[in-house]
């Protein structure tokens, strides 16, 4: 029984420091993890002991406290102004050209919020744009890089609210005057029982002929409105119907051609034999022949993805097949396909090779726009790959 009581209190107690634990790790006797802070990195990871920490070497740094070692700094690229050099706490702060960020050596561009989403903080010298959610009383009707969320209008007292305003959609307001859904007024006055009081000096109306009132104009025109609002919705359904057709058909298009791609693409390591008898991998005399794309400036890397050789391809593909809640569906969004053609490319056994392949065949499919994607999904170790030495010439 006592040592029963003992179990439950050590519990209680793992429970109650797991709460009050920042690094939400422990070593063996229950010790909370410390976190390394700001320009001090991990020199040996929390186990039996706490984490040991050390300042950043010169070369390196660590611009928030954790648990990860301290990182190497950048450099900023040919004829890109150096801002801030680096130190223990803050990586190389390079100046790139308006409407670029810069990330591992290369100027990015800077990504827009979407509808419903304002800018929290700016594209510049921090990083990336940083966009939020619009609350209540905020909208944003547009993609931008700059402009934060809008105060929603507040309809006069004049008016009167259509439609409520949303974080895409700003308030609707209608002017009063309008009386498009009010019922028509008389201006005969009517007495209790609804007759209406006739003038003097009116004629009474001929022996044999009905008293009819004349035809109220107001009635013809809310009639014509709601027919012409019900056309709006019928030639809208129709616009719909043919949309959802045509988007089928372009989704299933390109989806042959992806599969085209992938079962047209030429086998890796093909050889190219010479009159000497030497044989050259035809992919790395492709990747080490230089070119005007390879200088990385302000402007975007211009090389075709289509033009890596086979081997830095399927290096590319293995790291977003396994790169799990940011892996190659993430990468298709960011690139612009829709989720219907990302589930159709999920269909088949190698889906990330499947959307490169699709992307490749687009015109303008160059490494910058790629990089620029992969750096929206933060995955900068694909972007590492793909800006890694190559290999040289292998002779066999």
């Known amino acids: 029984m006592r040592l029963f009581v003992i179990c439950a209190l050590l519990l209680l107690l793992k429970v109650t420091l797991g709460d009050a634990c920042a690094s939400n790790q422990f070593t063996e006797s229950g010790q909370c993890c410390s976190l390394c802070p700001t320009g001090f990195g991990v020199v040996a990871q929390c186990g039996k002991e706490d984490t040991k920490c050390a300042p950043c070497p010169p070369g390196t740094f660590s611009s928030s406290e954790g648990l990860k070692p301290c990182l190497p700094c950048s450099k900023c690229p040919p004829r890109v102004p150096m801002v801030a050099s680096c130190t223990a706490n803050q990586d190389t702060q390079c100046e ?64 009167v609210e259509i439609r409520a305003c949303m974080p895409d959609s700003d308030t609707l307001c209608m002017d009063k005057k309008l009386h498009i859904l009010s019922p028509p007024k008389s201006d005969r006055p009517r007495l ?18 009905s008293k009819l009132p004349p035809q109220d104009e107001g009635g013809s025109n809310n009639i014509l409105a709601y027919v012409s609002v019900l056309a709006a919705v019928v030639l809208g359904l129709l616009l719909y119907v043919a949309y959802k057709c045509w988007r089928s058909c372009k989704q299933k298009k390109a989806l042959s051609k992806a599969r085209a791609a992938e079962l047209g693409s030429s086998p890796e390591g093909e050889k190219l034999q ?54 190659w569906r993430q990468l298709g969004a ?18 990330a090779h499947t959307l490169l392949s699709n992307w490749a065949q687009k015109e303008g499919s160059t490494l910058g726009l790629l990089c620029s994607a992969l750096a929206r999904i933060e995955r900068l170790d694909v972007v590492t790959a793909l800006n890694c030495p190559t290999q040289g010439v292998s002779v066999v």
């Open 96 to 159: 790139c050209k308006k409407g670029f960020f810069f990330l591992i050596e290369v100027c990015l561009h800077c990504s827009k919020c979407n509808r419903g989403e304002g800018v929290f903080r700016e594209c510049g010298l921090q990083g990336n744009t940083v966009c939020q959610r619009c609350g209540p009383g905020t909208f944003s009707e547009e993609h931008d890089s700059t402009k934060p969320c809008q105060n929603c209008t507040q309809c006069s007292d004049s008016e």
């Open 334 to 351: 960011a690139l612009g396909y829709e989720p219907e053609q990302l589930d159709l490319f999920g269909h088949g056994e190698a889906p």
């Open 192 to 209: 209790s029982g609804g007759e209406e009081v006739v003038q003097e000096g009116n004629t009474s109306p001929a022996p044999g002929t």
């Open 274 to 327: 010479s009159d000497s008898g030497v044989f050259l991998d035809s992919h790395s005399l492709q990747d080490n022949q230089p070119s005007k794309g390879t200088k990385r400036d302000s402007k975007q890397d211009t090389r075709l993805y289509i033009n890596l050789p086979p081997h830095r391809q399927e290096e590319v593909e293995r790291l977003l097949q396994e790169g799990g809640s940011r892996g």
